[in-house]
């Protein structure tokens, strides 16, 4: 065993081999749209109910982490980072008004009413709030000489860390959040029906297209974060542009499949994997860019969720309905 172990460590970038081989496996929630026709012609479900494990499916490949359950676990505590920092500078009271209190009122006294601020920010790392902690230490001792002291907090910046609460507070989060719910929920639509959509196109191998659009999926992923760094670095646009024209992709695409055109179907497959593939490409990169880096695994969880919440709205309420109200009246007819 320690022999294996050794050749095993030996092996250059193993831990990059191990993930490939992971991923290699992590593909078969795509098998559902080869599966799907089968499954409703055995149970003699009608589209919503197979639309509703499809959404099941998601809905578990999105929330199956067990990270992600501890996730929503500790979610009410998440914005209590960077609390220790209160009872340290006052215990009892607000900052400003307990340090204008320490002071009393320097008028009295005949002492300068010039006011000395601090400002704590979210985004500074422990090493700096402890300089602005002695030095707000400082500041109470010298308070008799220079004055009132007054710290404020200040919420960070773009780019700088956010805390997961005040992320979801920000309408820059949710504007990502609803273009990737779209994006994905409209892309996962077309995944799990797939079986379907190309049998009443008349194909015959439905597993073909599936194989398409993983591999399109996979290369719209490699070439969607090489695309947005483009567009960032040689035209200083914003991240979210790349996402736009994503979204354009994935419409062209669900274009050419709506017109049921001859042979539209395999460029029809080519766009929406794109699309779908640079979502989860470029979505990532932009929020890191803009909330920061500390918790950006679990802001990468919650993104998640936008897959099965897509694939409820666009799969297992509006695309289902149509289909089962068009069977319905067709039924009629014959």
């Not at 460590?9 to 490939?20: I, R």
């Not at 012609?41 to 067990?66: M, R, T, W």
């Not at 960077?82 to 008028?107: I, K, M, Q």
């Not at 379907?196 to 439905?206: A, M, N, P, R, V």
Request: charged share 15%; hydrophobic share 40%; proline share 4%.
């Amino acid at each position: 065993m320690g022999q294996f172990r050794g050749r095993l460590q030996a092996l250059p970038n193993n831990g990059c081999v191990a993930a490939m081989w992971m991923q290699s496996c992590a593909g078969a929630g795509y098998l559902f749209g080869s599966l799907s026709p089968i499954i409703k012609s055995s149970f003699s479900y009608n589209q919503q109910q197979v639309a509703s494990l499809g959404v099941a499916k998601d809905l578990g490949d999105s929330i199956g982490n067990p990270e992600f359950c501890r996730l929503c676990f500790g979610l009410a505590h998440c914005d209590r980072e960077g609390a220790p920092l209160t009872p340290l500078v006052c215990p009892s009271a607000p900052v400003e008004e307990n340090l204008l209190l320490h002071n009393e009122d320097p008028r009295k006294s005949g002492q300068s009413t010039e006011t000395n601020e601090i400002v704590f920010s979210e985004a500074e790392d422990e090493n700096a709030q402890e300089r602005k902690i002695s030095e707000v230490e400082t500041k109470l001792f010298q308070g008799s000489a220079g004055g009132p002291v007054r710290v404020k907090r200040r919420d960070p910046y773009k780019g700088e860390n956010f805390t997961l609460m005040q992320t979801l507070k920000t309408a820059n989060f949710w504007l990502i959040f609803i273009s990737l719910l779209l994006g994905s929920g409209s892309g996962l639509t077309v995944i799990d029906n797939l079986g379907q959509i190309s049998e009443s196109l008349g194909y015959k191998e439905t597993h073909i297209f599936v194989s398409m659009i993983s591999i399109w999926n996979f290369l719209g992923r490699v070439g969607g974060g090489y695309f947005s760094e483009i567009v960032v670095r040689d035209y200083a646009y914003p991240r979210p542009v790349a996402t736009s024209i994503a979204q354009v992709v994935m419409a062209i695409g669900h274009f050419f499949l709506a017109m049921a055109w001859p042979g539209t179907m395999y460029i029809a497959m080519l766009f929406i994997g794109l699309g779908y593939g640079d979502f989860w490409a470029i979505v990532p990169a932009a929020c890191s860019e803009l909330f920061g880096l500390k918790i950006f695994g679990a802001l990468y969880n919650f993104l998640t969720v936008a897959n099965p919440a897509g694939s409820l709205v666009f799969s297992g309420v509006i695309a289902s309905s149509i289909y089962d109200y068009e069977a319905e009246k067709q039924s009629r007819k014959h």
